[in-house]
């Protein structure tokens, strides 16, 4: 394993729209996908898609196991996670907290989710990403995730 600062990083490039709160895919001048040689693109993936909740976890909508309907859409996530020969997961478990209170077991759920959003970084460079939560104003979420001399920072209403 090799030290975030020698991480060769190469992925797609994606901008982040703050107006819109969306993501997408950039064209370079030549009409071509742009590259991005930073962990960008994987963190805005890390914490932007919905990984599938578990069994146990509390649906935000209040559907539970005794009540869900036979659609396998309230658990979100990705289809592709089921057919990982690694059992990797795409995306962390943020959306969970959409009906949230602003409490400490939340902001704890929060990082800990973001861990486990995080969890490619100690396999890729060989320690973990430091992962951050605190809240900033009255229901909203502060994140922040540093992998080596990289940082992400948004901030998440609950």
């Keep these: 394993m090799t030290d975030s600062a020698e991480t060769a990083w190469l992925d797609l490039h994606l901008a982040y729209d ?3 709160r969306r993501v997408d895919l950039t064209l370079g001048e030549d009409g071509d996908l742009a590259l991005d040689a930073t962990p960008a693109p994987a963190m805005l993936l890390s914490v932007g898609c919905d990984r599938r909740a578990r069994p146990d976890d509390v ?3 209040g559907i539970t196991e005794l009540n869900a309907p036979s659609s396998f859409i309230e658990r979100r996530g990705w289809a592709g996670d089921a057919v990982d020969g690694q059992g ?3 995306g962390c478990r943020l959306w969970l907290l959409d009906r949230a209170k602003e409490t400490e077991l939340t902001r704890l759920m929060a990082v800990e989710w973001l ?3 995080f969890a490619w970084v100690e396999r ?3 320690r973990p990403a430091e992962v951050s939560a605190q809240w900033i104003s009255r229901d909203v979420l502060g994140i922040r995730v540093v992998i080596g001399r990289f940082n ?3 901030n998440r209403p609950v």
Excluded: Y
Aim: hydrophobic share 30%.
């Design 152 to 154: 992400f920072s948004l």
């Design 88 to 90: 990797d997961r795409t």
């Design 124 to 126: 890729d460079v060989g």
């Design 18 to 20: 703050r107006a819109t």
């Design 115 to 117: 861990k486990e959003g």
């Design 59 to 61: 649906l935000p909508t």
